[in-house]
């Protein structure tokens, strides 16, 4: 008998312990089901890889996020909701919005926590901090920077405080295909003047031209191939406009300061002779330093033979690429002042005014070719005068009613106005049509 209740008390206990493991099994996996789902948000299947030729370097990122590039480096977000809570300046992050951003820049980021100063990419020892996110609820970030040749490559992700753990593998995913490409446009050491490179173009474009320009003319027509125009949009980087016969030609070039050879990097074979402000903003942008003061060297002697020498080349203010996508959204007229025999400068900040007739030509209003520019005192003939139209109101007309240029089409008209300056060259705006 007392064996068979030890029998009973056994399987009662073991029907006990079963029951426990049973229901604690239960709440572990409730508990865990409801925990917010931190896996990695982008796959390591479906990248593409983005290239960065200005600084010689490479990553991969899920197809389904969106890249931008800005001035200090590129953007990635994950979602729509990015876009949209950035634009609002504040507020709660979205739960689905994960943005990683590589800045570079001459300072590394300050302050945060959680240093771990053994992190590395691409080889390089790295630092790692967190800092919360300031006007946006619940936004924090993680930051990992390191520092090569002088510069400082500031990668950090931008998530929702609950999903940590997803935002670190986005980090680490992208940094773990950050890679050097060696292919960087390199900056031109201080002793390496625009006036050396210069020199080297123009004394050896006979040389040069075959070797770096595609479809450049034989060497027996090298003549028509030299650049007419040079403009230095970087420390070592320049575009050239030059005319292959009588076919205006653009090209951007890099010059290795090492090997002292250029390389020749984008073009354009175009019939206007300008290129459109948005293509010149590209080159500038992919290939040039935004933060660079243009210089703009112009042809300004005949040339004899093949003979050019630097000496010929002037230092203009204007830059002579750009041909306006739109027409102005001031809310005044703006005529533009391009000469070919005197400088406009003596105009500069002064009252004047100019009569001609006006032609329509697309979009834009041009002057016959032989406006007569006074300011009571000086005058001079001006070989182009451009018109931008503009929405209303316009200058005031005789009349003294707002009108439109569309008014004096066709018709000869006196604008007078005051001549300004900007990077672009000299202009005039209009005031008032007589």
Known sequence: MENSQKGFANIVLIVVIVAIVAVGGYFVFSKKSQEPNNEQVSPTTNLQTYTNNKYGFELKYANSYSLKENNSG????????????????????PKDCFIYDLLIQKNKIEGGSAHVPSTKVAGYSSEKFE????????????YIQFEKGGSWYVSYVSYHSENKVTAENLLNQILSTFKFTGQAITQTPPAITNQTILNSLVTDWKKIGPNILPGFPAVSQAFYGYPDIIQFIGNNRIVISYQDDFNPLFAVLSYDTNQKQFSYLDGLRS???????????????????????LQTYQFSST??????????????????????NTSSQTDTSIVTIDTLAHNPSSFLNKKVQITGKLILTGKNYF??????????TNK??????????????????????PSTMATYLDKTVTLQGTVEQNDQGFFLRVTKAL
């Open 74 to 93: 590129i953007s990635i977000q994950s979602s729509q909701s990015c876009e949209k809570i950035l634009g609002t300046g504040g507020g709660q992050w």
């Open 131 to 142: 800092l919360d996110g300031g006007m946006y609820d619940n936004l924090n970030q993680i």
């Open 271 to 293: 019939s206007p002779f300008k290129v459109s402000e948005t293509l010149w903003n590209t080159w500038r942008k992919k290939y040039g330093d935004t933060s660079f003061t």
């Open 303 to 324: 040339r004899t033979g093949d003979v050019v020498y630097s000496s010929d080349w002037k230092l203009i203010t204007k830059n002579p690429f750009i041909s306006s």
């Open 367 to 376: 002057t016959d070719p032989n406006f007569a520019l006074t300011d009571g």
């Open 380 to 401: 001079f003939q001006v070989t182009t005068w451009l018109v931008l139209e503009v929405p209303p109101p316009m200058p005031e007309s005789t009349g003294g009613q």
